[in-house]
């Protein structure tokens, strides 16, 4: 039972523009939300986080969004840039414990 | 500021054989855990700690073993291995006692024949 789903294997979006990826969850006892970027060969590394009792957060280019109703968060990335490109996962977690990852969304930006 | 230090980076097993994976974090942190990446299945928790002395299975523990004696170290065992253990292996930790990102390790690619 995959509890986070990120149903788009993969994103091309031209640079300068805004790119997208989205992720629903189904255990509403999850609490907290995290984006991880991956380069190939590399760990994942943190991006932007947001917890439950928010719906916006902002660091720089990137905003995450949550929508509890819907059990829907977003990643938005404004503007695009050539180094964005990379795997993007969503995690989120219920309390300060184990994360649960989803599969993945390969985001390609296009000069 | 090494952080997760994970090895090897690289590994061929062949059927059957055992080996350890290391990591090691240097953060004090009490949370760690051992993820594989797949390919199209993201990252699926195999084994996770709480702290020294305490571990527990995640979602895809079967022929793995775990162990955590001291808060840096938290070895992942391989008893014989399978070509379905072929991935990319990943150790992460976290701090606990609040909401906070997880770190993770360089990765170690093995690959079972």
């Known amino acids: 039972d995959q509890q986070v789903k990120q149903n788009s294997p993969s994103l091309s979006v031209q640079e300068g523009r805004i790119s997208i990826l989205n992720c629903d969850y189904t255990n509403s006892m999850f609490d907290y939300f995290l984006w991880y970027k991956k380069y190939p060969a590399e760990g994942p590394t943190f991006l932007i986080s947001i917890s439950s009792i928010k719906d916006k957060n902002e660091d720089g280019r990137f905003t995450v969004f949550l929508n509890k109703s819907a059990k829907h968060l977003s990643l938005h990335i404004v503007p695009s840039q050539p180094g964005d490109s990379a795997v993007y996962f969503c995690a989120a977690s219920a309390g300060a414990q184990k994360l649960v990852f989803g599969q993945g969304t390969r985001l390609t930006i296009n000069p | 500021n090494a952080g997760v230090t994970q090895t090897p980076k690289f590994q061929v097993l062949k059927t059957g054989q055992s080996m350890t994976l290391q990591c090691a974090q240097d953060?004090?942190?009490?949370?760690m855990s051992w993820y594989r990446q797949d390919p199209g299945m993201g990252l699926r928790l195999i084994h996770y700690?709480?702290?020294?002395?305490?571990?527990d299975q995640g979602e895809v523990p079967n022929g793995y073993n775990v162990s955590r004696s001291t808060t840096e170290d938290f070895p992942l065992r391989l008893l014989s291995a399978a070509p379905s253990q072929t991935s990319v292996y990943f150790c992460?930790?976290?701090?606990?006692?609040?909401?906070?990102?997880?770190?993770f390790g360089q990765g170690t690619r093995l690959t079972v024949v």
């Open positions: 700690s709480v702290g020294a002395g305490i571990t």
């Open positions: 953060m004090n942190h009490e949370y």
């Open positions: 992460a930790s976290r701090r606990t006692g609040g909401y906070t990102e997880a770190f």
